[in-house]
């Protein structure tokens, strides 16, 4: 990064300013003269006394006519102080009122880039680079630059800027990224792929940050872009695995990508090693559990749920899915009082658990036992989730078996609307209040797509 702070220690200690003495004497506005005395007494104390140098800068700044060197110095003064938008305002000031001064440049695009504002650094160092080349020239600056341009669409100026900042430093990762991405936006995917996998086998990068850009590509490759270039897909994946063998992010990028195509084998494998490597890692277990859940073996789920539950602690609000999850499976298997239990768990952690609740009431529904506690409950899931449709049918079928079908009626309507047609039990329900409303004509129209879509799902 290329910005001068001209060796400005000032301490915030220093910087509780007192009243300082000025000068007794009135100085005319016009008398260059005494400012350029007093600038330069002021920029001598800058290491030694800042506090008395900042009191000078600020009084040449208040009490004459705007000066670019007195700003300058104010802006440097204000951003070792970490106030920032005093410093900006100083160095904008600064470059304006010399709009020639390559110096006042440099620090503005070295402030900017120092907040991470990369365009804005990126546009005052184009003209600094065309100004004096053999300066800017870095790769660094070149990278900036090349961001800026592909930012902007302008390819060619990019990828330019990035093979530019290659050359000074081959091994350069942003620069490598930065042409990746280039060839890629430009359908250049050979190019794209050998800088991309250059950029995975550095081991300097961050691995989150590099497992994260892969996941993004991976995310949005379509079925031709895989058939096509899986293999270089897999060699990425691979790689970054390679060279973090240990790294979370890296193990769990791996699992699930061999896991979404198909490997589920090889994809367990991944996920096997991130719990030896971190056996008491939730979110690592958490994963195990949903991949488990979808192999559909109960027991094993159930397992995996109590080591959850104890590597995490009973009252920690982090185990919930895992009591919600367990809750769900004793039900499916059959045994409610057990499922009720784990419940009870969830909302003793968190009582306005929509999810938790919504279930409750309806398998307490389901045995027709407990129906006032029922409603109370799902009212407060539908509260919290008035478009869900599972929740708004579960609150009027528990009005239907409070005998309230009138009330009922408008909750599946507005199920339907927010996606409950695409449910068969939502359909059943319905066609099932209408029936008991009177309406024959319309709930056998319900209950008629309620049968087409359970044969189709019997196909």
Not at 227 to 239: E, M, Y
Not at 281 to 289: G, K
């Amino acid at each position: 990064m290329i910005f001068r702070m001209h060796r400005i220690l000032v301490a915030a200690a220093l910087l509780i300013l007192t009243a300082f003495p000025l000068p007794a004497q009135k100085i005319r506005s016009d008398d260059r003269t005494v400012v350029q005395n007093v600038l330069t007494d002021a920029v001598s104390m800058l290491d030694t006394e800042p506090a008395k140098a900042m009191a000078q800068l600020e009084y040449l700044d208040k009490g004459f006519a705007p000066d670019d060197a007195v700003k300058y110095y104010l802006g440097l003064i204000y951003y070792s102080l970490k106030d920032y938008k005093a410093a900006e305002e100083y160095l904008v000031a600064a470059t304006r009122l010399d709009s020639t001064n390559i110096w006042y440049k440099d620090a503005l695009a070295g402030f900017y880039s120092a907040l991470g504002r990369n365009r804005e650094a990126a546009d005052l160092y184009i003209p600094l680079l065309e100004e004096r080349p053999s300066y800017y020239a870095n790769a660094y600056t070149l990278t900036l630059i090349g961001d800026r341009y592909l930012a902007t669409y302008q390819d060619s100026l990019a990828l330019d800027s990035y093979t530019k900042a290659l050359a000074l430093n081959p091994d350069y990762s942003p620069a490598l990224l930065g042409r990746a991405e280039t060839n890629r936006m430009s359908g250049n995917i050979p190019a794209f792929f050998a800088d991309t996998h250059a950029f995975v086998l550095d081991p300097t990068m961050n691995p989150y940050a590099k497992c994260n850009y892969i996941s993004q590509l991976l995310n949005h490759a379509d079925y031709n872009f895989y058939r096509t270039w899986g293999a270089q897909l897999d060699t990425l994946v691979n790689s970054c695995v390679r060279t973090h063998p240990s790294d979370s992010s890296a193990l769990k990028l791996a699992g699930s990508w061999y896991y979404s195509t198909g490997r589920k084998e090889k994809g367990m494998e991944y996920f096997d090693s991130l719990l030896e490597e971190y056996p008491d890692d939730l979110s690592s277990h958490y994963i195990r559990l949903s991949l488990l859940y979808d192999g559909g073996n109960m027991k094993q789920v159930l397992d995996e749920c109590e080591r959850i539950i104890e590597i995490g602690g009973e009252k920690n609000p982090e185990v919930i899915p895992a009591l919600t999850t367990a809750g769900d499976c004793w039900h499916a298997i059959g045994n409610d009082s057990k499922a009720m239990k784990y419940y009870d768990k969830v909302l003793r952690l968190e009582p306005d658990n929509a999810n938790t609740l919504n279930n409750y009431a309806y398998y307490l529904s389901l045995s027709g036992k407990n129906l006032k506690k029922a409603q109370k409950m799902s009212r407060t899931a539908v509260g919290k989730e008035p478009d869900n449709p599972s929740y708004l049918d579960t609150y009027g079928w528990i009005l239907h078996l409070l005998g309230k079908d009138l009330e009922a009626k408008p909750y599946f309507k507005r199920a339907l609307v927010y996606g409950g047609k695409d449910h068969l039990e939502i359909l059943e329900h319905y066609s099932t209040v209408l029936e008991a409303l009177g309406e024959k004509e319309l709930s056998q129209y319900y209950r008629g797509l309620a049968e087409n879509k359970k044969s189709s799902a019997e196909q």
